[in-house]
């Protein structure tokens, strides 16, 4: 199983802000197999959520190739796009990103919505997405109920629910305490040691260490890897 | 999916229930006042209707105008060549009338009085308080009996039961007194278009033109129809004959059925106009939802981001704003009906009339808000659909 998930071909985006061309990502090619736990590194305006917004289909490359689960995106419209995200990209965000007024549940519940799964199905995978985040017990909470490192899982949870080809962490502990951190950090391994393939996004080199592999950013380019 | 962002829209309105009650109050007082324009109008046309229909809805009235040309057509015989003039002609009654003085010995009253046939008091629906009509026979010998109605019963005999009782009637400018026995005093029974019951009194034909007047013309031919003819149809047949033997100016037709319909055309085309004035304030109600929806959007941008980062389509995003505006203007849509009739129920009882629901006007209001939502929720819908998801989600 060593498919290529995330494929990145001389990739390039540009944004023209006034008379200024900003190269956020300036050629960048690389390869993601299936079941790898990268980091993707770098200091503030490296590129790295560029990168991320690229991988996760909210945006589209200037130039270049960009293929997820073998499937280029060039040239897709806004629902394309939404369906790639739906079905192959898991997002979890520093800020959690939980929908404010709807209970644990539901929020796990949202992307299957959107995937046209029926309801009574949709909440038994919700549940079971719950139960591999360890927070069965909290579903009918709502996110206010809830303490940082809880609503992370319950973001978590969302993230794998449609068993999506890559799970897409922009600096998922960066809200959390290090304790709780750490036990973020313990859940993406064991979901990583099931099969996912999770890329972390951070600038954190402690959790950067903790991923087989990682990739540096530097002013829109790959300055290291390994 | 769409009972989905129904319970979406239910959410945000629960969240934010004073913006919205403020909102759809808009829309709650231009459907209120649709529909209570609506039921006042059905109602207004019922009660006229329904008064006309007093006189009788199968009956056509047929009044001679006194000219050169009409002298010595309308007499009693008249009838029976307009009986053979068209089908659809059951009975026709003639009815002669003029003004009488009634006295007893204590009291007078003056009043108009019908010499007509028998039949005359079923045909017009007119029912006995005590005592009865006169009969056939009374009639064929010119019996002198009256009935009175029962305003004149009451100035005539103030104390006690007319019936048994005499009256004089006092004739003309010299005054020609002739004695009745009062043999029935009407009920009382709600003025109609032409003839005012209470107020007068009732002798046979044959007692009115042999022994009182020495005058055959009649004053008015009661034509009732044969069930299954439709008064208009008929009419039109009497008016041609009618022409032909008189001109267009030696009678007059009058049927309630008609004028019913046309007073109830009327009132309809002019409470729809009505009502499209009302539409207005719905239009400016519909700009409330507007504005409320571009604020729901505007405040909502972090969600549409996220929903977008999980896989929601341009297409879903707006169809959740379109569905949030229909659901507002279908509440609105609904307290607005409740509104109307409580609107309606409170200006009908005022006016004392009774009240006709039209239920069309249910359909029509809420059809004509559930528009003007898609329509007003259409912009802000767009809005929410094209924003960027990068740009919305790190919206704060």
Redesign the interface.
Known sequence: MSKSVIYLENVKRYYVVGDFCVKALDGVSLNINRGEFTSIMGPSGSGKSTMM?LI?C??TATSGLIKIDGESTKGMN??EL??I???KVG?V?QQF???G?KTALSNVE??L????ISPKRRKEMAMDALEIVGLKDRMKHKPTELSGGQKQRVAIA?AIV?DPSIILADEPTGALDTKTGGQIMELFESLNLQGRTVVFVTHDVKLGNMCNRQIHLRDGKIVEEY | MFWENFKLALDAMRTSKLRTALSLLGIVIGVGAVVAILNLGSSVTENITGSLAQGGSDIISVYPTPNERTKGVFDIQFSDTLMNSTDGIQTISPVMSSRATLRTKENTATSSMLGCESTYFDTQNITFDTGRGFTAQQNIDSNQVVVLGSDIAKTLFPESSAVGKNVTFIMGDDGIMHTFEVIGVLDEKEQSYTMSYNNSVYIPLNTYSRRLINNKVVSTYIIKLKSGYDTEVVSDQINKFMDSIVGSDGYETFSPAMIAKMASQVTASLSIFLAAIAGISLLVGGIGIMNIMLVSVAERTKEIGIRKALGASPSVIRGQFIVEALTLTLVGGILGIIFGCILSYAVVNIAGWTLKLSYNSFIIAVGFSMIVGIFFGWYPAMMASRLDPIEALNYE
């Open positions: 917004n996760g909210l945006d806004e629902t939404a369906y995200r739906n079905k997002f965000f990103n939980l929908l007024r949202t992307p919505l959107y995937a046209g969302r449609t």
